[in-house]
T-cell receptor
């Protein structure tokens, strides 16, 4: 069965500092991996996704993530945090049609950005 | 492109009544729609998967007679919370996918409050 673990329910960084949000997954087949951002009382917005190909994936708003199969990780990074990055971030995994296209979400990480 | 809307965005209803939430894909045909529930400061919990023209598949522990899901067309799915109780108060989010795409597009969510 698939599962996703996000280390740290809350991460706080200073504006301009590196953002690192951790995600580890388990999957019985090559996974499809996603990072979503959620602002208060809103739905989810896709930041980036890994399906196949290049393991370093670039997304919107300066975020990127690297798929490391040996570590079963898909950590999200951004070189320089901005105040507008403060939000909840969710990592998700899908096994595609093996599971009917369902997404399994991690617990979420709340990112705070200090001025 | 790939916009999903939900209506209403907020609803307050009395205990014992039923409330319907609509999820629409505005610019694509959604062969599959998903319904999630999110409690404050928590992750998304998949409630059910609905495919156009067929019965929804509910996740374990979700009462299908309480949460009625209809996916009558390729652009519309509805979730009806029947005989609502205060414990049903939550943030309900739908998502939709086009064909067999691995990506889901999320609606903005509906805040349900049962008094």
């Amino acid at each position: 069965a698939q599962s996703v673990t996000q280390l740290g329910s809350h991460v706080s960084v200073s504006e301009g500092a590196l953002v690192l949000l951790r995600c580890n997954y388990s999957s019985s087949v090559p996974p499809y991996l996603f990072w979503y951002v959620q602002y208060p009382n809103q739905g989810l917005q896709l930041l980036l996704k890994y399906t196949t190909g290049a393991t370093l994936v670039k997304g919107i708003n300066g975020f990127e993530a690297e798929f490391k199969k040996s570590e079963t990780s898909f950590h999200l990074t951004k070189p320089s945090a901005h105040m507008s990055d403060a939000a909840e971030y969710f990592c998700a995994v899908s096994e595609g049609e093996n599971q009917g296209g369902k997404l399994i979400f991690g617990q979420g990480t709340e990112l705070s950005v200090k001025p | 492109g790939a916009v999903v809307s939900q209506h209403p965005s907020r609803v307050i209803c009395k205990s014992g009544t039923s409330v319907k939430i609509e999820c629409r894909s505005l610019d694509f045909q959604a062969t599959t729609m998903f319904w999630y529930r999110q409690f404050p400061k928590q992750s998304l919990m998949l409630m059910a998967t609905s495919n156009e023209g067929s019965k929804a598949t509910y996740e374990q522990g979700v009462e299908k007679d309480k949460f009625l899901i209809n996916h009558a067309s390729l652009t519309l799915s509805t979730l009806t919370v029947t005989s609502a109780h205060p414990e049903d108060s939550s943030f309900y989010i739908c998502s939709a996918r086009q064909g067999f795409s691995y990506e889901q597009y999320f609606g903005p969510g509906t805040r349900l409050t049962v008094t």
